[in-house]
């Protein structure tokens, strides 16, 4: 997705308003607690409270955490702008004018950047090219997880994602007409499991981002289609395994874990953009600052693997 700010000599309030779009994205609280003391006053508060009061409890809507924040400083003449990097692993910026008047970018812009995992880097300054005019500009910013000049291992297997003595059935597999049609998504999976099943680690890797504070499902886009809990894991060969729909406050690891093939990561669950329960498991890669997923296959005693297909059953 492109963020867009504009930027102005004549026009700080605009400035302004880009500074509270990109600093004050922090989710709230996930649960808010209440109860009524013995003078009848009712408290709020977003921790448990030491109480012997009966206590209501309810979750709140949180926020999608950003994966990239920007933030800017210098004066208009010279402005500068911070990206940080708040995952567990690489990420490409994309930056681009959409429109400029007497304004020159150092670096010149279109241009990407990667930044590294988990800070902060100075990636442009935009100078006034004569300060006796006025000056005027539109920037627009486009992040994507995982370094565009990855090499991903295409001989690589993957275990499949459940204990041992299981099986489930694939509802919708490479090329899904009924969401499996864009490029992220494209050589995604959507394996049926009851809410609850634990959900292994394919392979080894390093937990990027994790989101675990989202419920409710259904098939409301505009709703639901950022609001699944999720796993992302980042591989060796610059590949990032996405486990996504898990249950509520189900994740068992965090940003920046170290997992090992067969670890849990959480439960399925049926979060987000979802008719029903069931994990979507994909395998995606940074294409040159666009994210796209590739075709895989499973371990299954074979040279060649198992390609997984729409309709059939998964055993392990």
């Known amino acids: 997705m492109w963020l867009r700010a504009v930027d102005s000599i004549l026009l700080p309030i605009l400035l302004l308003a880009f500074l509270v779009a990109f600093c004050l994205s922090e989710a709230f609280a996930k649960k808010i607690y209440s109860y009524t003391d013995e003078n009848g006053i009712t408290h709020f508060t977003d921790r448990p409270p030491d109480t012997d009061q009966e206590v209501t409890e309810r979750q709140v809507r949180v926020d999608e955490t950003p994966m990239v924040t920007v933030r ?6 010279a402005r500068r702008y911070y990206f940080n990097n708040r995952w ?12 400029s008047e007497n304004v020159v970018a150092d670096p010149p812009l279109p241009a990407t950047f990667l930044l590294p995992e988990a800070g902060e880097s100075h990636l442009l300054t935009v100078l006034q090219r004569d300060p006796r005019k006025a000056s005027r500009y539109a920037l627009e910013f486009r992040n994507v997880p995982g370094d565009p000049s990855a090499n991903p291992d295409v001989r690589q297997r993957y275990a499949l994602p459940f204990r041992r003595g299981e099986r489930f059935y694939i509802g919708q597999g490479f090329g899904g007409i009924v969401s499996h049609t864009d490029e992220q998504s494209y050589y995604a999976l959507d394996i049926g499991m009851p809410e609850g099943t634990p959900v292994l680690a394919a392979r080894d890797g390093v937990v990027m981002h994790a989101e675990e504070d989202f419920f409710g499902s259904g098939t409301d886009a505009a709703r639901f289609a950022s609001r699944a809990n999720s796993v992302r894991v980042l591989h060796e060969d610059g590949t990032m395994a996405v486990y996504a729909h898990l249950a509520l406050e189900s994740v068992a690891v965090k940003p920046g874990r170290v997992v090992t093939t067969g670890e849990l990561l959480g439960l399925s669950g049926n979060t987000g953009y979802s008719t029903g329960p069931h994990l979507h498991f994909v395998i995606q890669r940074n294409d040159a600052g666009t994210l796209k997923s590739i075709p895989f296959r499973f371990e299954d005693g074979s040279e060649d693997g198992l390609i997984p297909r729409a309709g059939t059953w998964l055993r392990r």
């Open 88 to 99: 567990q692993g690489p990420a490409s910026v994309t930056i681009r004018f959409t429109e």
């Open 72 to 77: 800017q400083d210098g004066p208009p003449e």
